[in-house]
């Protein structure tokens, strides 16, 4: 693999929550990645397992409790008011929910300039115009809706914003959480085709996040799979869907429609028994292994470590 630069370097990450009954909740468990550039990660995984908390930690959007997230070669966790600010505008996010995270009575010039004026991008109030137009443009929208109200727009619109919005400070890192779980199935592909056309044009580095691997498929580089604070699985997108490793990545895997049914009859269907396990109280040893089918002894005693199996596929589990 040739060496390209490392954007963000994750190293054994731990955030721990504490419920109001004072119990220790391992939202995400020593989680080890890193992101290059210009590529996209996509981490999947059921509701609850740690994604959101994943990637707000490597933002500093909260405090992490153990490990190491660094972003450039600089502790995120650790920056001066000077290089948060940077960073601020380096790196940016597109929410889950364009409802909740516009402000349904602010105009769209507004929400899309702030950033412009917050990081002094625009020379004059001419270049700040010019260059909300153009962004308006480049997410599909046009002139004219500037001037509107966001509670005027669909969620399909909205989700435009907020990607103009993100887009606004010309960062080099966006977040995507969950960007189009909350729009129409109709409208999912386009928001999808849009993030990839703009990450191509900008040469944009970008962790995407969804509950299920057919989203994630088309838009992602590399996949990470995350099971309930871990991640259990991280390779290339084709060898993901072509050798899955984990049997937690095949059951997800096996749980995607196939159009064809052909390809459907031939594909062997590999059933999840049982519920994903309370954080709070997560099993001892492997996290999957109640729900595995190859459970072996060790599964339930020894948490697996991470391996390479071929290259640049990493698995935890201890079958290999
Ligand atoms: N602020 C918080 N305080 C306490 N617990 C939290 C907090 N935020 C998240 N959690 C818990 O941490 C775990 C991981 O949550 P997280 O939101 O990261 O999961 P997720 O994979 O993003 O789920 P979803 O797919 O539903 O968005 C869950 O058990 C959740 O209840
Ligand atoms: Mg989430």
New binding site residues.
């Given amino acids: 693999m040739e060496k390209r630069r490392k954007i963000f370097e994750v190293k054994h990450l731990q955030k721990y929550?504490f419920?109001q009954q004072k119990q220790q909740?391992k939202?995400v468990d020593d989680v080890s990645f890193d992101i290059y550039e210009g590529e996209t990660l996509g981490i999947v995984?059921e509701?609850?397992?740690?994604?959101?908390?994943?990637g707000k930690t490597c933002l500093g959007m909260v405090d992490k409790t153990g490990g190491e997230v660094l972003f450039l070669g600089k502790d995120v966790h650790a920056m001066n008011r000077k290089e948060h600010f940077e960073f601020t505008k380096k790196v940016q996010m597109v929410f889950q929910d364009p409802y909740a995270s516009l402000d349904p009575h602010q105009k769209v010039y507004q929400i899309i300039a702030e950033g412009i004026q917050i990081h002094k991008i625009a020379k004059n109030k001419k270049e700040e115009e010019k260059l909300v137009f153009e962004l308006l443009e480049m997410v599909g929208l046009n002139v004219e809706h500037a001037a509107r109200n966001v509670h005027e727009f669909s969620g399909g619109q909205r989700q435009r914003i907020g990607i103009a919005r993100a887009l606004s400070v010309n960062p080099e890192f966006l977040f995507c959480d969950?960007p189009i779980s909350a729009l129409d199935v109709s409208i999912q592909a386009q928001i999808i085709n849009l993030l990839m056309k703009l990450q191509k044009e900008r040469n944009l580095t970008m962790l995407f996040i969804a509950?299920d691997l057919s989203i994630v498929k088309h838009i992602s580089d590399r996949i990470g799979v995350m099971y309930l604070g871990k991640m259990v699985e991280l390779t290339r997108s084709d060898m993901l869907y072509a050798n899955p490793k984990h049997p937690y990545t095949q059951a997800l895997l096996s749980a995607i429609p196939i159009a064809d049914p052909d390809e459907s009859k031939k594909k062997e269907k590999v059933m999840l028994a049982g519920d994903v396990p309370s954080?709070l109280n997560p099993p001892k040893g492997c996290r999957f292994a109640g729900r595995c089918q190859h459970c072996m002894e060790i599964c339930k005693t020894a948490d697996p470590n991470m391996v390479e199996v071929e290259e640049g596929h990493f698995v935890a589990c201890h079958l290999y």
């Fill in positions: 929550y419920t909740l939202a995984g509701s609850g397992c740690g994604k959101t908390t994943c969950e509950h954080p």
